[in-house]
C-alpha cells in the first residue's frame, strides 16, 4: 500500500488522479501507523514551506517523515519541507537534504512564479531510468532547492539553475508536479513506485 501523507497542504486529488491511472492501491492518511506501515510514501505540498511545516508539526508527523526508511516521494512543497530551510517564512524545514530553499530573484527574462512546462537537465538514478535529459515537465513554484551533493535531475529558470529534484538516500524530491507531467511524470511516478 502506498500512504499519500494528508495533512493540509496537498494537492491530494492530482496526485491521487495519478495513482488511479497507475492501477495503485494508496491510502490518504494523517496516521502515523498507516505511514509507517505503507511500503511507499508520499509527501505532497502546495502553498508555503512555512504554513506545511507548521502543519506537519501541529500533527506530530515531523519524526514519523523523519524516521521512515520506505521509498519517500516530496513532491513541489513536500520537496522543499525536506530541505534544510526555506526562505518562504522563513521556515525551518526538516533537513533531510542538504539544500536550502531560496527565492527566485528579479530577472526581466524569467517570470516568478516559474510556472509551465520546462526541460530537465543532468539526471541522475532510479528516479530518471530510461529517460534521457531534455524531458519536459510542469512546474509551478516561486522558491527553489538550490545546487546541493543531493542534486539528482537539474532546471533552468532565466539565469538560474535549480534542483528539479533531490535525493537522500531512501529519500527522493521533485519541484515539478510527476502527477501533472505527462507520460514522463507517468514514468517518473512508475520509477518511483518499482525502487
Known amino acids: 500500500m502506498i500512504a499519500i501523507i494528508d495533512y493540509g497542504c496537498g494537492n491530494l486529488r492530482s496526485v491521487e488522479n495519478a495513482l488511479d491511472r497507475l492501477g495503485c492501491e494508496y491510502r490518504l492518511t494523517?496516521?502515523?501507523?498507516?505511514?509507517?506501515?505503507?511500503?511507499?510514501?508520499?509527501?505532497?505540498?502546495?502553498?508555503?514551506?512555512?504554513?506545511?511545516?507548521?502543519k506537519l508539526r501541529e500533527s506530530g508527523l515531523i519524526p514519523v517523515v523523519k524516521g521512515l526508511r520506505r521509498p519517500v516521494?516530496?513532491?513541489?512543497?513536500?520537496m522543499q519541507v525536506l530541505c534544510r530551510d526555506?526562505?518562504?517564512?522563513?521556515?525551518?524545514?526538516?533537513?533531510?537534504?542538504?539544500?536550502h530553499v531560496r527565492r527566485f530573484p528579479e530577472d526581466p527574462q524569467a517570470k516568478?512564479?516559474?510556472?509551465g512546462w520546462n526541460q530537465l537537465g543532468n539526471l541522475d538514478g532510479k528516479l530518471f531510468k530510461g529517460m534521457e535529459?531534455?524531458?519536459?515537465?510542469?512546474?509551478?513554484?516561486?522558491y527553489y532547492a538550490g545546487l546541493c551533493n543531493d542534486t539528482v535531475a537539474t532546471c533552468r529558470h532565466g539565469n538560474t539553475l535549480?534542483?528539479?529534484?533531490l535525493r537522500y538516500e531512501n529519500f527522493y524530491g521533485t519541484q515539478f508536479h510527476p502527477e501533472k507531467s505527462g507520460d514522463v511524470g507517468e514514468q517518473i511516478l512508475k520509477n518511483f513506485l518499482a525502487l
Not at 505503507?38 to 508555503?48: H, R, T, Y
Not at 526562505?87 to 539544500?99: R, S
Not at 535549480?162 to 529534484?165: G, H, R
Open 112 to 115: 516568478v512564479p516559474h510556472m
Open 30 to 54: 494523517a496516521d502515523p501507523a498507516e505511514i509507517i506501515a505503507a511500503k511507499k510514501v508520499i509527501l505532497p505540498g502546495v502553498g508555503s514551506a512555512a504554513a506545511a511545516m507548521d
Open 86 to 99: 526555506s526562505e518562504e517564512g522563513p521556515a525551518e524545514c526538516m533537513g533531510v537534504f542538504d539544500a
Open 133 to 142: 535529459g531534455g524531458a519536459y515537465v510542469y512546474f509551478v513554484h516561486s
Open 73 to 78: 516521494l516530496g513532491i513541489c512543497v513536500g
Open 162 to 165: 535549480f534542483s528539479a529534484a
